[in-house]
């Protein structure tokens, strides 16, 4: 089992920044394919950004391209959510996910993931 734990959530002011942090633990953690969800109240849950096991590729929603970013620290074993120009509709949870996979790929739907965190909220005030 991999054991993902999500930090850095928290109340910002909109237009604010905030990093989000997943720390992995367990077995083995090799060949994850990462991603953070998530979900607002009253709504499914929604891919916000992921990345291939690799590192090399990654994918976005349209909704926070070009502010948001993920990244990971190898020797650390934790993929992190830099959140720019943060708008109130970005309040929601933020879930970290993980599956392991030998392809390349991103996966972009929640469904494709079968490790998770507990969840980090994140409030965006206007």
């Known amino acids: 089992q991999v054991q993902l734990v999500e930090s850095g959530g928290g109340l910002v002011q909109a237009g604010g920044s905030l990093r989000l942090s997943c720390a992995a633990s367990?077995?083995?953690?090799?060949?994850?394919?990462m991603g953070w969800i998530r979900q607002a109240p009253g709504k499914e849950r929604e891919f916000v950004a992921g990345?291939?096991?690799?590192?090399?590729?990654?994918s976005y929603a349209d909704s926070v391209k070009g502010r948001f970013t993920i990244s990971r620290d190898v020797a650390k074993n934790t993929v992190y959510l830099q959140m720019n120009s943060l708008k109130p509709e970005d309040t929601a949870v933020y879930y970290c996910?993980?599956?392991?996979?030998?392809?390349?790929?991103?996966?972009?739907?929640?469904?494709?993931?079968?490790?998770w965190g507990q969840g980090t909220q994140v409030t965006v005030s206007s």
């Open positions: 996910a993980g599956q392991q996979t030998y392809s390349v790929v991103v996966i972009t739907t929640p469904e494709g993931y079968d490790y």
């Open positions: 367990g077995r083995a953690f090799i060949r994850y394919a």
């Open positions: 990345m291939s096991w690799s590192g090399g590729r990654t």
